[in-house]
């Protein structure tokens, strides 16, 4: 049964087929090959799998996002980010990293950030004299933090997956290695730079148009804040707090930046139901996988052959590391974590590897095979919005990618990275 399951798994995967219909091609066919389990049960799983309330989250939070970027809020970001850091030297690449690390605090998705704002920074970065292939390289690497700082999909995605860890403590635990990401790309973007002679800005704003710009800007930037302080302190739930989102973002897109119109919504709704639906395909087409997986035994034994190796928590710590960056070059990170978390959480939690730490470390991972060929959907989108041929683009994310492997490396190295700023208000899991 399990290797019916993984055979027709890889193999669908293999020729192209999308991974939601991967998941029940293969568990059907292992069920129809173990004879004794019932399809229809597998039916049942797949809706039992969205008959959740906390799921009522995921499209909220979409649709704030889309309500957002229709505002002047790319444009509101863009110019704060810009009279930040434009004068530094490789001033264009640093507003780049910027303004996607504000906008990630509102859209939650990696694609949503290169939609946005990604291909209008690509193309100023043309303008000003950066190569095409760095542009697109910088800006594919750096929307991956979409995932990490709250709000994230993928997130609450995993706290449904793994009781283990909470969705608030999820929220808080991808702050600071979010921002470590981003810091990573701006070091490189400086070095980078600097051999190449990118220079920045000579737009020299004053302290008071920063000013101003911060506070036109600030009602955006303010939104993060707004979710994780109204859960923090009881005033809403998550789910409650994605349905908040919702009217905040489409108040200040109306009636404060003004740029946000009625005719405009039927379109937003649509593109909203359109991610939503694709997003709950695959978490009820992963509950077929995780169930035929529980009946065949494969957690239990792939633990058991773990425990054999007699590794030391670090070392099966780094394993895991190795085994996520491989599998999120062939599978999409929000269908990663409904596949790899409920075999592999068991295992690190066994081992006393902190479960809000093990998280992060594998939302990172999975998020990481976006920007990783050969199937990485966050490269496929840079080469369509940027027009450039992958295999540049690829070479020029070297060393962006080593950075972020060493951002990786150091947050399964020092759990308290991860951990502070949830222990910091009581969210330990």
Known sequence: MSATLIIVFLLTLMIGVPVAFTMVIAGLAAVLVQGSLSP??????????????PLLAIPFFIL????????ALTEVLLRFANQLVGRVRGGLGHTNVLTITFFSG???????????????????MKKSGYSAEYAAALTACTSIVGPIIPP??????YALTENSVTIMGLFLGGVIPGLMVSGSMLLVNHWISVRRNY??????????????????????????????????????????????????ALAIGRFLYG???????????????????????????????????????????????????????LELF???????????????????????????????LAAGIDPLQFAIVVIINLTLGMITPPVGALLFITTVVSGVPMGKMVREMIPM?????????????????????????????
């Open 259 to 313: 740029t946000l119109k009625w005719d405009m919504l039927p379109g937003i709704l649509f593109r909203t139901a359109l991610v939503t639906s694709s997003i709950l395909m695959i978490i009820a087409t992963s509950e077929v996988l995780s169930w035929v997986l529980t009946v065949g035994q494969l957690p239990q034994a792939a633990a058991q052959w773990i425990a054999g190796l007699h590794l030391s928590p």
């Open 152 to 157: 994230s999909i993928i997130m609450i995605v």
């Open 106 to 124: 509102i859209s939650g998705s990696a694609l949503a950030n290169m939609a946005g704002p990604g291909n209008m920074l690509i193309h100023m």
């Open 401 to 429: 990618f080593a950075a972020q492997l060493v951002v990786i490396l150091l947050l399964t190295l020092f759990p308290v990275l991860v951990t502070w700023l949830p222990g910091l208000f009581g969210y330990t899991r």
């Open 40 to 53: 229809i049960s597998a039916v049942q799983n797949m809706f039992a799998g969205i008959d959740s309330f």
């Open 199 to 248: 220079h920045g800005s000579d737009l020299r704003p004053s302290a008071g148009e920063i000013f101003k710009t911060f506070v036109r800007a600030l009602p955006a930037l303010a939104l993060p804040l707004i979710i994780l302080g109204g859960i923090h302190f009881g005033v809403f739930t998550p789910t409650e707090a994605s349905a908040v989102a919702v009217f905040y």
């Open 64 to 71: 704030a996002a889309e309500l957002m970027t229709g505002g």
């Open 318 to 348: 780094l394993l895991l590391n190795v085994f996520l960056l491989l599998g999120g070059i062939f599978i999409e990170p929000l269908p990663g974590v409904m596949i790899f978390v409920p075999i592999l959480a068991p295992m690190a």
